[in-house]
């Protein structure tokens, strides 16, 4: 799979993790920044929640990082 292809695939993927609150995809609210992508598989990516105190931040951190683990080519 291609990079381009790899990266629609996680953005796919993330717009399924919807804040409870706003009820809103974290692509839309644009909650992740920075997303490369290695040869390998390596994802890298900034996950910065709408409030430095946003109470689900850590539930929605786990969400993220499962679902592009489970995007065919994410390695790590």
């Given at each position: 799979?291609?990079?381009?292809?790899?990266?629609?695939a996680?953005i796919?993927?993330?717009?399924?993790?919807?804040?409870?609150?706003?009820?809103?995809?974290?692509?839309?609210?644009?909650?992740?920044?920075n997303?490369?992508?290695s040869?390998?598989?390596?994802?890298?990516?900034?996950?910065?929640?709408s409030?430095?105190?946003?109470?689900?931040?850590?539930?929605?951190?786990q969400?993220i990082?499962?679902?592009?683990?489970?995007?065919?080519?994410v390695?790590?």
């Amino acid at each position: 799979m291609s990079d381009k292809n790899l990266e629609e695939a996680i953005i796919l993927r993330l717009r399924s993790v919807i804040d409870p609150e706003t009820h809103a995809d974290v692509v839309r609210m644009r909650l992740i920044e920075n997303l490369e992508i290695s040869a390998d598989g390596l994802i890298k990516y900034t996950f910065r929640p709408s409030s430095p105190v946003c109470p689900i931040a850590v539930s929605l951190a786990q969400q993220i990082k499962q679902v592009v683990s489970e995007v065919s080519g994410v390695n790590s």
